[in-house]
């Protein structure tokens, strides 16, 4: 499955190559469920990097790959603030690589209600749950806590709703961790 019903999604990303595998930046406009590619000429899909959500208005769920290792600041944050307003999982492989979310990944406000991380995250960064106010699910497989570095709604409860700057957790938020 690729973006707007293509089987070759590599003509949908560019690609940089990086020291052991590629880097993508997205190069055109998706629909429904995006899938990152874990490969391309043979090397693995390492990192995400600035996919303009302003393009992305109607996906609704994202894939990722087990190859991915990071998703790069600011990576989904769209520049007309109006991104990805059907987005409602992300959903990573259990066994899968990534290992962390940098500052402001998912940055504009969406549906998101479901997040699934896998078990070798180890850093969720700043404010990257910032304006998902219907986030409901975070799965996280990893049986050590990933580091949080501040918070990641930028939660301030000295603020009014109102603020621009303000995320406060949905009521029915729960995060999901493995047993041990």
Not at 14 to 24: F, Q, S, V
Not at 75 to 90: A, H, I, P, Y
Not at 134 to 144: G, T
Request: glycine share 6%; charged share 25%.
């Amino acid at each position: 499955a690729g973006c707007n019903g293509s089987s070759d999604d590599s003509r949908n990303y560019k690609y940089i190559e990086i020291d052991g595998g590629y880097k993508i930046w997205a190069s055109s406009n998706y629909e429904g469920v995006l899938t990152i590619p874990e490969n391309y000429k043979d090397l693995p899909v390492l990192e995400i990097d600035l996919f303009d959500s302003s393009n992305s208005r109607n996906v609704t769920k994202i894939i990722g790959s087990k190859n991915l290792i990071s998703i790069n600041a600011w990576c989904f944050s769209g520049r007309d603030q109006k991104s990805m307003d059907n987005l409602t999982e992300v959903i990573f492989p259990k066994n899968g690589e990534l290992k962390k979310i940098e500052t402001m990944a998912s940055y504009w406000p969406t549906p998101l209600k479901t997040v699934v991380r896998p078990d070798k995250i180890e850093y969720l960064g700043d404010g990257i749950f910032e304006r998902c106010f219907a986030l409901e699910n975070l799965v996280i497989y990893n049986p050590i806590p990933p580091i949080m570095d501040g918070d990641i709604f930028n939660w301030d409860a000295t603020l009014s709703n109102d603020e621009y700057w303000h995320t406060k957790p949905n009521n029915n938020f729960t995060v999901f961790v493995p047993d041990e």
